[in-house]
């Protein structure tokens, strides 16, 4: 006995993947947000901290407490959202798993960033190319795609740069990374999409 998916022709099968990636694309648009904030939080710190070096503060990490508010207003977006969900496509739940992933590495790099003498520009950078660009592929957006290279790029950058300037490297690939990547998608302009 055929199964229902053996039944289905090449022309079903590419619609069904084709309204997946739009429906994952649709929910992706009202995530948004999660890239806008950050980028924009992640950005100022870095900045700050970039500009607090610059001056001899004593204390130039105090720049990233920015994010305990960000972390705050992150969690509630979240459970607002969270009301309205429509049942998960396989998409979503890679892409979830992706950012999770991520967002438990950034936070042990955090914890134990003592351990590196806090040189956590390059390495965060680095991991942050992977679920960037993976969800440029899952979505079919190549300016994401481009935006997680570029953050390999700016990861090996700041290797090479003084511990200063890895801040400012950090700016500039949050920006191209995350920002600008963002608010096209945003506008979701149809012609972006990898064909």
């Known amino acids: ?5 053996e039944n ?3 022309q079903q099968s590419l619609e069904i993947i084709t309204s997946m990636i739009a429906q994952a694309q649709g929910k992706f648009q009202k995530n948004v947000f999660y890239f806008l904030l950050w980028g924009w939080v992640v950005a100022i710190a870095n900045i700050g901290m970039y500009t607090l070096i610059k001056l001899n503060y004593p204390y130039p990490y105090v720049a990233w407490a920015i994010t305990i508010p960000a972390w705050i207003w992150s969690m ?3 459970f607002r ?3 309205d969900r429509s ?3 396989h998409f979503d739940v890679v892409s979830g798993a992706l950012w999770i992933g991520f967002g438990v590495v950034v936070f042990t790099l955090v914890a134990f960033g003592g351990k590196i ?3 956590l520009n390059p390495v965060i950078l680095l991991f942050s190319a992977v679920p960037t660009c993976a969800s440029g592929v899952i979505l079919r957006f190549r300016p994401l795609i481009f935006g997680g290279v570029l953050f390999w790029v700016f990861g090996i950058v700041c290797f090479l740069v003084p511990y200063e300037f890895q801040f400012i490297a950090g700016a500039v690939a949050i920006v191209c990374g995350y920002l600008i990547p963002g608010y096209l998608l945003k506008s979701h302009q149809p012609e972006k999409h990898v064909q």
């Open 1 to 5: 006995m055929k199964t229902e998916s």
């Open 8 to 10: 289905l022709s090449a």
């Open 76 to 78: 509630y977006h979240g």
């Open 81 to 83: 959202q969270s009301r």
């Open 87 to 89: 049942p998960s496509t």
């Open 117 to 119: 003498n806090y040189q």
